[in-house]
């Protein structure tokens, strides 16, 4: 299957074409554009910067609208979660027809993890560190929802996420700037295509900006303080690397940052979004988020909301309608200069331009089938395949519990509520994905039970929620029964997410009762967990032999997991987010800053150093974690110079880091060769340390690689004291390890 064509997907080929508009006229974009301006009144103008939800809500909402009407009297320029083709075609014919300047609409949808093809959570295919891995799945997802006629999407959510208390770190890449920048540069590329004019393009929207991951107590919705230096080092890396990547369209976040709504911030919108970084398409508000600068406290009422975010730098309102309301009269009272809504109203339509749908406003009609194709099949189960996380895999009975030996007579346990839970596997966000189109673990394990001559038996045991031990009884008849036990739980599929935060990240309901029951009988048990989050997991980490991380995993739940468990699939993810001990350690990542007391000995610690009294400060699976059926050596990273100067580099000089990495054991596999730094004796202090630098290398078993990595001026600059972007002398430490924790450092002196 290529990225590009999908070819197989016959099913997105057009079958019939609506009538069409009346042909172009010659005249360039930009002529047509002037024209448009000079033709439309202040009420039109607006209601191009206005966009309407006229299906499934996604937020708090009340329709009060006639939307034909208004769209015919042009009053809308953009609707989302109309998802229906014919309802997208009838609006559609409204606009290009019966509207004065038959300005064609935009529609818009959530497609996150995948439109109809639903494909691991994002956090879950961050896991797969395999950039165009990433890239296929959002073209897909493009190709898919743009056949229905949505032609934006609002994701990618480039978001940095240390807490996992945050439910929306579901949607994102983790925890780090890095990694997260090269994975929403995949999205945009893998949603825009190679030209917006494509029919199967759809517009990227790189949200929420910004630092809204940074929520205070991971709380959605919250306010979030954050340092000049950390906004610019941890949190505006992703959204500068989307906008050079040609992302068409922003979207404001929610939060207040500094005590600035970022919705009403002309720091963020305009002088670094516009200014600096050249920002060429249109911001959009989230739901309401203008309106709501008046919860905030920092609008007196609508009026004064609207003038503050479009001044601010929101191109188009999101649900409140305040643009549409009050845009008009605060131009004409000299509140909003004319010109700069002219500016705003011509990026919106530009982005219609480039679409084509001036053009080509219609869809093309498809046929939907009623199952999924194969080939959207085969993408989502090597998704989820290398989405898993081999978090421990110890041994019972003098060999790795991990991969089965599927042998006949073989009689597996499947106990727990999530076990053959459709709907839960789609994840937050599950686009148009349908629990019918799931196979879960239960339903692929039958197969492969029947397939090889195993016996299969199986007891939900618990709820996920409910504090119900009515099933424990049955779930231990079949671990009694049973030589290997495969217990899946973790949190519901709607318990991450937009409005999912959580206090506590332990096993909700009675799981973990139901976990120690099992493990009780003595037979070896296997645990799978379902989440979106990291979860607190220590009793398990300490008793169960193996632990596998499958995230929400899409509508290939249950086919890819068996591969992993029988090890048809050697498992490969390794972890993007921090697992804690406990919830108190949150917010927890790696790339943390040192004290001035850091503490060097769990095992005997000083009272009188940064750490926990009751805690360790360690995670229990630290970024970068991943473990496989085969065992990986890594030789002493070398260097191609033991000094380098910042002048050296501000010329374009690199330095090589050399390692070499070996497949130990007789198994194929593939593993995430990862390159950290440190700095120190700089003007500021610099994190424990940063990843700048990974390669997914695959190696049969006994095979070896060298691996390279280039460190230049972008690897090594950082804000300085004087918050200028900058290389500055001092000691460079460099690691090449399997995650963020181990390897030995090599060092390098950096002079002026």
């Not at 309608?321 to 200069?337: D, S």
């Not at 290389?727 to 090599?746: A, C, F, H, K, M």
């Amino acid at each position: 299957m290529t990225a590009n064509g999908m070819n197989h997907l016959l099913w997105l080929l057009p079958m019939a074409v609506t009538a069409q508009v009346a042909a172009p006229s010659p005249a360039t974009p930009a002529v047509r554009i002037e024209a448009l301006l000079r033709q439309m009144t202040l009420e039109e103008k607006a209601g191009q910067l206005s966009q309407f939800s006229a299906g499934d809500a996604t937020g708090p909402e009340a329709h009060r609208h006639d939307y034909a009407t208004m769209v015919a009297a042009g009053q809308i320029g953009s609707f989302l979660n109309v998802i229906d083709p014919a309802a997208i075609g009838a609006y559609q014919k409204i606009a290009v027809e019966d509207s004065r300047l038959h300005i064609p609409l935009l529609f818009g949808f959530d497609v996150i993890h995948g439109f109809r093809t639903i494909f691991p959570v994002n956090l879950g295919l961050a896991a797969s560190w395999d950039v165009p891995l990433i890239e296929k799945t959002a073209r897909l997802a493009a190709l898919e929802a743009s056949s229905q006629g949505l032609r934006w999407t609002f994701s990618p959510m480039v978001d940095v996420a240390r807490d996992a208390r945050w439910g929306r770190i579901a949607e994102g890449a983790g925890e780090d700037p890095y990694l997260g920048s090269l994975i929403a540069q995949a999205y945009v590329r893998g949603y825009q295509g190679q030209r917006l004019d494509d029919p199967s393009s759809v517009l990227a929207c790189a949200k929420h900006f910004v630092a809204y991951g940074a929520a205070e107590a991971g709380r959605e919705y919250n306010t979030t303080e954050v340092s000049d230096r950390t906004l610019r080092q941890v949190y505006l890396p992703p959204f500068e690397a989307s906008a050079k990547s040609g992302v068409a369209t922003f979207m404001a976040a929610f939060n207040a940052l500094g005590g600035v709504p970022a919705s009403a911030n002309p720091f963020t919108l305009d002088k670094v979004l516009r200014k600096e970084w050249d920002f060429q398409g249109f911001v959009v508000s989230d739901w309401t988020s203008i309106q709501e600068i008046i919860a905030h406290g920092a609008a007196r009422d609508e009026s004064d909301a609207a003038a503050k975010a479009f001044l601010a730098g929101v191109d188009m309102d999101m649900g409140s309608g305040l643009y549409l309301a009050h845009l008009p009269h605060l131009v004409r009272a000299g509140t909003v200069p004319a010109a700069r809504l002219d500016d705003a109203v011509r990026r919106v339509l530009r982005k219609k331009t480039e679409l084509g749908l001036f053009e080509h406003p219609y869809a093309p009609e498809v046929s939907v089938p009623q199952a999924l194709p194969e080939d959207s099949r085969r993408l989502a189960r090597v998704a989820a395949e290398e989405s898993f996380v081999l978090l421990k895999n110890a041994e019972f009975g003098g060999r790795p519990v991990l991969p089965l030996s599927a042998r006949p007579g073989l009689r597996i346990g499947l106990v727990g509520p999530l076990a053959d839970a459709a709907e839960d596997m789609l994840g937050p966000w599950g686009g148009r994905g349908r629990s019918e189109d799931v196979v879960t673990l239960r339903a692929a394990l039958e197969v492969r039970a029947k397939r090889d001559h195993m016996r299969l038996l199986y007891a939900p045991g618990a709820d996920v929620l409910r504090p119900d031990a009515k099933g424990f009884q049955g779930a231990v008849a079949v671990a009694n029964r049973s030589d290997i036990v495969l217990v899946a739980v973790g949190e519901k599929g709607q318990w991450t997410g937009e409005g999912a935060s959580r206090a506590y990240l332990d096993l909700s309901g009675k799981q973990e009762e139901l976990i120690k029951l099992l493990h009780a009988t003595g037979k070896p048990v296997v645990l799978l967990l379902f989440n979106g989050r990291p979860l607190t997991i220590r009793w398990a980490a300490e008793h169960l032999p193996a632990i596998v991380e499958a995230w929400f995993p899409g509508v290939e739940a249950g086919p890819a997991l068996v591969n992993l468990i029988f090890g048809d699939v050697n498992p490969s993810g390794h972890l993007t987010t921090t697992f804690p001990r406990s919830v108190g350690q949150e917010p927890l990542y790696y790339n943390a800053l040192s004290t001035g007391r850091p503490m060097s000995d769990e095992q005997s610690p000083n009272r009188f150093t940064s750490r926990y009294i009751d805690e360790a400060n360690t995670p229990l699976y630290p970024f970068g974690h991943g473990l496989s059926y085969t065992t990986f050596a890594y030789a002493s990273a070398t260097v191609d110079a033991k000094a380098i100067s910042a002048a050296a580099l501000r010329s374009g000089a690199t330095l090589t880091v050399t390692t070499e990495v070996a497949n130990m054991g007789p198994l194929d596999g593939a593993t995430v060769v990862q390159c950290y730094i440190r700095v120190t004796g700089t003007s500021v202090a610099r994190p424990v340390r940063e990843l700048k630098g990974f390669e997914r290398v695959s190696l049969g078993g006994g095979a070896s690689r060298r691996v390279q990595f280039r460190l230049g001026w972008n690897e090594l600059a950082f804000w300085n004291i004087d918050m200028q972007r900058t290389v500055e002398p001092g000691e460079l430490r460099i690691w090449v390890s399997s995650d963020s924790v181990s390897g030995l450092p090599v060092t390098v002196e950096l002079t002026p």
